[in-house]
């Protein structure tokens, strides 16, 4: 089965994140992100799953050096890669260069970004704030006529640039929003949970709009959600997290065909279909693991129906697959899945697709 | 026989603004039924006036008119009365977060509304009645579940026990206002699947709350579509989400994610939204149609499409078969 997506040929990465940790320092640390590999495209749309508390937003946080203690990096490294053929180690950065280098080469949108705009400043205002803070050298008519072509480019009417955002509805308030992280042209957008407050007509609106405007200008995109339907709908390629790693990677159609991780399979099973018959719908009980404690076992063991002995007495490393028909398409981090870890072959009702959980009841433990 | 009515229910609040006051009518002439061992959905966007209906279902807000009838009597307005109805219908929240007390432990959630509405029990009856509404909701081992406080749980695990408290008093109509929007997609259907079941089991009329069509559908028997404080479409669920009539339920519907559905991210075409005026008579949705005429500054009575579905929409007013 060849369930490459076409786009592989010419894929080359513009961010790579290695082995990146992220620990709030409690009394007793809170390690949510432990030791993330992931590569972002050029011009590619990466969907970032998973629950809350997997790590995913302090993850999009640290990539941005946007980490306010407690939280901090205590490992790996983040590379950008410039068109022109150079890197940028985003973690050597600082002072000046840190400030030229954010918002201008990595833009973030906010979780709730509807709520983030200023409610006593004009749109105009603070869209021609981050002209003037990163080019001050623009003079104020150029600054006008950039923020009008922004809004246009967004779908907002230009005359809205002297409205408040109290004036503007939810979805027009995130579009200024997407409009305000395009200002600087970035290669990289990350959008944390863009859509999630907004009504399903003007979430499909903005999707499509994210859609347009990364076909017209190029930048890649990190999409941050726990919503499956939406990322299946518009990633390229998917990685899912759990307990503060990636458990799976791979192109959008091969995940959401032969997903391989079981906690990949257990999320594509908790949402109904639309239009297709309710078989065997049921979420996946139990919770996530305490992040504070060290795992040396695999995260999801103690919800998952394949779990072995193997499960809870190693982690299991996040590796190419190596005989499936996802073939070199994407890696999972499964015992099941090598058959020398797991001491026997992958169950056939988990290469089927099955998740049947261990329980229906909620255990408190 | 239904068990439970709701008759023309208005709710209008008075706003007080700059150039005077108006009236903005949040729940317009809302009438369905509930029976028995059946869930109902009611779909619709923020602003369609959904949770002002949920509120005055639960009283805990005042219909501006309309009635409410269990079992066939009207309901009076009095503080006994409104105990007796607390006692038949009771109301799950959209943010378990937010709905249990913090400082009280699972078993003081549920022992409370035991005590109001059961009369004396020993504390051993209490106690044993407890234990058997957590495991009604499958919260187990019961006897290590009584003692924890909400943040040991997961939202899940605080939604079922959010659950367990409106069985409490024995409702026979439960209302679930959004309760699983706030949740982790991992646990939702397996409330859903829980009310479900509860349903069954115990002869429960629910009524279903959301935004969603996906469980809309699978979760429920009949299906509403409200719009602006209206009901613009009513039927059986598949016959709602599969055959949309009304063009703002077949908005909805092309918005809706299918993946591995039909093309991907295309947005349905809308025009320009001119603003309706207060007060006005006519089809709510019309400044958003686009199949918009003359005759929908009228408002549209219900008409029939076929098999018990019914739509608010003029270009349904010839037909009795099928028509789309």
Known sequence: ?365 | MSTFEVRDLVKEFRLHERGGRRRLRAVDGVSFDLSAGSTVALVGESGSGKSTLARMLARLLPPSSGEVRVDGRAVGTGRRATRGYRGDVQMVFQDPFASLNPFHTVGHHLSRPLRLHSGRLSSSELNERVERLLERVALVPPERVIGKQPHELSGGQRQRVAIARALAPGPRVLLADEPVSMLDVSVRLDILNLMDRLKAEEDLAVLYITHDLATARHFSERVLVMYRGQVVERGDSDEVILRPRHPYTRLLRSAAPDPGGSDPLTVPAEPASTEVPDGDQGCPFRARCPHAMPVCSRRPPEFPVGGGHLTSCWLYESSTEENT
């Not at chain 1, 961010?15 to 972002?40: I, N």
């Not at chain 1, 944390?192 to 200008?217: C, G, H, K, S």
């Not at chain 1, 499956?228 to 959401?256: N, P």
């Open chain 1, 1 to 365: 089965m060849n369930t490459q997506p076409t786009f592989s040929e010419r894929w080359s990465p513009v961010l790579t994140v290695r082995g990146l940790s992220v620990d709030y320092e409690a009394e007793r640390p809170v390690h949510a992100v432990r030791g993330v590999d992931l590569a972002v495209g050029r011009g590619e749309i990466l969907g970032l799953a998973g629950e809350s508390g997997c790590g995913k937003s302090t993850l999009a946080y640290a990539v941005n050096r946007l980490l306010r203690p407690p939280a901090h990096v205590v490992g790996g490294e983040v590379v950008f890669y410039h068109a022109d053929g150079t890197e940028t180690d985003v973690f050597a950065l600082d002072g000046e260069q840190l400030r030229r280098f954010r918002w201008n080469r990595l833009a973030m949108v906010f979780q709730g970004a509807m709520n983030a705009l200023n409610p006593v400043l004009t749109v105009r205002a603070q869209l021609e704030d981050v002209i003037r803070a990163h080019e001050p050298a623009t003079d104020r008519r150029e600054r006008g006529r950039r923020c009008a072509e922004l809004l246009e480019l967004v779908g907002v009417d230009p005359r809205r640039l002297d409205s408040y955002p109290h004036e503007l509805s939810g979805g027009m308030r995130q579009r200024v929003m997407i409009a305000m992280a395009l200002i600087l042209r970035p290669d990289v957008l990350f959008m944390d949970e863009p859509t999630t407050a907004l009504d399903v007509v003007v979430q499909r609106e903005i999707l499509a709009e994210i859609a347009r405007l990364r076909a017209e200008l190029g930048f890649a995109v990190v999409f941050i959600t726990h919503d499956m339907s939406l990322l299946l709908e518009i990633s390229d390629r998917i990685a899912i997290m759990y307990a503060g790693r990636v458990v799976e990677e791979g192109g959008t159609e091969r995940v959401r065909r032969t997903p391989l991780h079981p906690y990949t399979l257990g999320l594509l099973r908790s949402f109904p279909s639309l239009t297709g018959e309710p078989t065997g719908l049921h979420g996946i009980p139990g919770r996530t693991p305490d992040l504070a404690e060290e795992l040396d076992r695999c995260a999801f063991a103690e919800r998952c129906p394949y779990r072995r002995e193997v499960c809870d007495g190693e982690q299991p490393p996040l590796v190419a697959h190596p005989d499936s028909p996802a073939g070199a398409d994407g890696r999972v981090a499964c015992h099941a899945h090598d058959p020398s870890r797991y001491g026997t072959a992958p169950p056939e009702s988990l290469l089927r697709g099955e998740f049947r959980p261990i329980e229906e009841s909620e255990v408190i433990r």
